[in-house]
């Protein structure tokens, strides 16, 4: 009885789930930067903005999936300034996806991204205006990991620089046959600017990431499979084996994670997320906090009644 009274206040107080629940939900619903770090993010925006050219395409469909297309195939789909800013507002629209589920990252006409348009690079040169495109695109990309939807980079073609930090901003990667990816950054004078390389060290381990960085290394598949960087290959699509094209085969492959309801696929990503940047003693308070959420919920109620459990 005790228990069930618990379990009925934690029901009565879903959207709060105590502190712990208000800081995982500041944390999904923010970047790493505020005012409080001298980051002005209307004027860094307004300056990225002045260089348009490409697009971030967005298409929500009704499996839960989300196609997020960087979308400039003149310049190897070189994210523009215009870009950055359009990617921070599809990453706003997709936090507020209710029915979402999933979300595949990829690139048009079969390449994924080149990094950052020159064109704008050479424009924000200097030191100053480089650490605010920096804290810009470090909360753009945090926020895009921390969506409640499982996400996956289909990475077709290269993704170099700024283009292979993209690729860690998602919880999973699927590499066609002939792609690769290498962070160039060493060749440019730089490191990874936009959170790549801490989140590299935290996908392959340090050691594997001063080899990729250090090195300037081309991942193929092989390799990227070998390193875990990369978690599956798809097939060629002219291929008769192949089950469809890279972007079908992908969905495929992201389907088997997201069977269910949204609400219970959402709080899978955010026990998960919570692991991962909470410190042990909140990450299980948060963890018990979203258990809040799905216990007793429309999907546990069906499950219980068909005693789907074993099957």
Same mark, same amino acid.
């Given at each position: 009885?005790?228990?069930?009274?618990?379990?009925?206040?934690?029901?009565?107080?879903?959207?709060?789930?105590?502190?712990?629940?208000?800081?995982?939900?500041?944390?999904?619903?923010?970047?790493?930067?505020?005012? #409080?770090?001298?980051?002005?993010?209307?004027?860094?925006?307004?300056?990225?903005?002045?260089?348009?050219?490409?697009?971030?395409?967005?298409?929500?469909?009704?499996?839960?999936?989300?196609?997020?297309? #960087?979308?400039?195939?003149?310049?190897?789909?070189?994210?523009?300034?215009?870009?950055?800013?359009?990617?921070?507002?599809?990453?706003?629209?997709?936090?507020?996806?209710?029915?979402?589920?999933?979300?595949?990252?990829?690139?048009?006409?079969? =390449?994924?991204?080149?990094?950052?348009?020159?064109?704008?690079?050479?424009?924000?040169?200097?030191?100053?205006?480089?650490?605010?495109?920096?804290?810009?695109?470090?909360?753009?990309?945090?926020?895009?990991?921390?969506?409640?939807?499982?996400?996956?980079?289909?990475?077709?073609?290269?993704?170099?620089?700024?283009?292979?930090?993209? =690729?860690?901003?998602?919880?999973?990667?699927?590499?066609?046959?002939?792609?690769?990816?290498?962070? /160039?950054?060493?060749?440019?004078?730089?490191?990874?600017?936009?959170?790549?390389?801490?989140?590299?060290?935290?996908?392959?381990?340090? $050691?594997?990431?001063?080899?990729?960085?250090?090195?300037?290394?081309?991942?193929?598949?092989?390799?990227?499979?070998?390193?875990?960087?990369?978690?599956?290959? #798809?097939?060629?699509?002219?291929?008769?084996?192949? @089950?469809?094209?890279?972007?079908? $085969? %992908?969905?495929?492959?992201?389907? =088997?994670?997201?069977?269910?309801? %949204?609400?219970?696929?959402?709080? /899978?990503?955010?026990?998960?997320?919570?692991?991962?940047?909470? @410190?042990?003693?909140?990450?299980?308070?948060?963890?018990?906090?979203?258990?809040?959420?799905?216990?007793?919920?429309?999907?546990?109620?069906? %499950?219980?009644?068909?005693?789907?459990?074993?099957?």
């Amino acid at each position: 009885m005790a228990m069930c009274a618990v379990m009925l206040q934690i029901l009565k107080s879903r959207s709060g789930c105590g502190a712990w629940g208000r800081l995982l939900q500041r944390q999904s619903s923010s970047g790493v930067y505020s005012s #409080v770090h001298a980051f002005n993010e209307a004027e860094i925006r307004e300056k990225l903005q002045a260089f348009p050219g490409g697009s971030i395409d967005l298409l929500k469909q009704d499996s839960g999936i989300a196609v997020l297309t #960087v979308n400039n195939p003149s310049r190897m789909n070189a994210l523009s300034g215009g870009m950055m800013v359009d990617l921070e507002e599809r990453v706003n629209e997709l936090e507020n996806w209710t029915d979402g589920k999933g979300l595949i990252l990829c690139g048009a006409a079969e =390449t994924f991204c080149s990094g950052s348009d020159l064109n704008a690079v050479r424009a924000i040169s200097n030191p100053q205006d480089g650490m605010k495109m920096s804290m810009f695109m470090q909360n753009t990309l945090t926020r895009l990991l921390r969506l409640p939807l499982i996400s996956v980079a289909l990475v077709e073609g290269r993704a170099l620089g700024g283009g292979a930090e993209l =690729t860690t901003a998602c919880d999973f990667r699927l590499m066609a046959s002939d792609s690769v990816i290498q962070f /160039v950054h060493k060749h440019m004078g730089l490191v990874p600017g936009w959170g790549g390389g801490a989140r590299l060290v935290r996908i392959v381990g340090s $050691q594997n990431a001063l080899k990729l960085l250090g090195g300037a290394l081309k991942v193929d598949p092989k390799l990227g499979l070998q390193i875990g960087l990369a978690d599956g290959v #798809v097939e060629d699509a002219q291929t008769v084996e192949a @089950p469809g094209s890279h972007l079908e $085969q %992908a969905e495929k492959w992201l389907g =088997t994670y997201i069977k269910g309801p %949204a609400p219970v696929i959402q709080a /899978v990503k955010k026990v998960v997320l919570s692991g991962r940047e909470l @410190p042990l003693s909140e990450a299980l308070k948060t963890e018990m906090g979203v258990f809040g959420t799905v216990w007793g919920g429309p999907a546990n109620l069906q %499950a219980l009644a068909s005693k789907s459990k074993h099957k």
